[in-house]
Structure formats: structure tokens, C-alpha cells
């Protein structure tokens, strides 16, 4: 049976796909991160970042912040028990901006 962070692994995973694939970005370091990372902790070390990720201002210049973790972790109630409130809210505070 796959484990809730498995599944938000491949969700990850997807994400980076969907980028590549649907809007033409490629984000080699996000990717990296996942697969070295996990997806759960390379999502708590973006959404704790002091700074904007690069793909999270791409999407935002595309009109597809449906494709950042930060979308993933807010607005996906499956993936918050692998959050804390605290990060579910900066990565909602993060699309409000």
C-alpha cells in the first residue's frame, strides 16, 4: 500500500511534468530537489524559503499558479496531514500575493 507522502511524491513529480509539458518551463533544481528530498520535505524547505522560487515566478508569469507546491499544499485537503498550519497557511498567503 502507498503512504500519503508517496503519493504527494508522484504529485510532485506531476507537477514538474505538467510544467515542462503544458507551459514549457523547465525547473531542473525543483525536480533535483524532489528526487533527492522526497516531495514532502523539498515542500516544507520551498514553501519556509525567505525567497520566491524561480518556479513559482515563472507559473506566476504564465497564469499557472495551480502548478506550484504552494497550490498543492493549499488547496489540496488530502495532502494536509502531511503539513502543519502554519505551512498550509504561508503557502495559501503566498497565492494571495
Do not use: C
Not at 520535505?41 to 514553501?47: E, N, R, T, V
Amino acid at each position: 500500500m502507498t503512504s500519503l507522502a508517496d503519493e504527494f511524491h508522484k504529485e510532485m513529480l506531476a507537477i514538474y511534468d505538467k510544467a515542462r509539458d503544458e507551459v514549457g518551463i523547465k525547473l531542473p533544481r525543483f525536480k533535483q530537489m524532489v528526487e533527492h528530498n522526497g516531495g514532502v520535505l523539498a515542500a516544507k524547505k520551498l514553501i519556509h524559503s525567505n525567497s520566491v522560487s524561480t518556479g513559482f515566478s515563472k507559473l506566476f508569469e504564465k497564469g499557472r499558479l495551480d502548478l506550484t507546491v504552494e497550490s498543492l499544499v493549499a488547496n489540496n485537503e488530502k495532502w494536509h496531514p502531511l503539513f502543519d498550519e502554519e505551512e498550509i497557511k504561508k503557502a495559501r498567503a503566498m497565492l494571495r500575493r
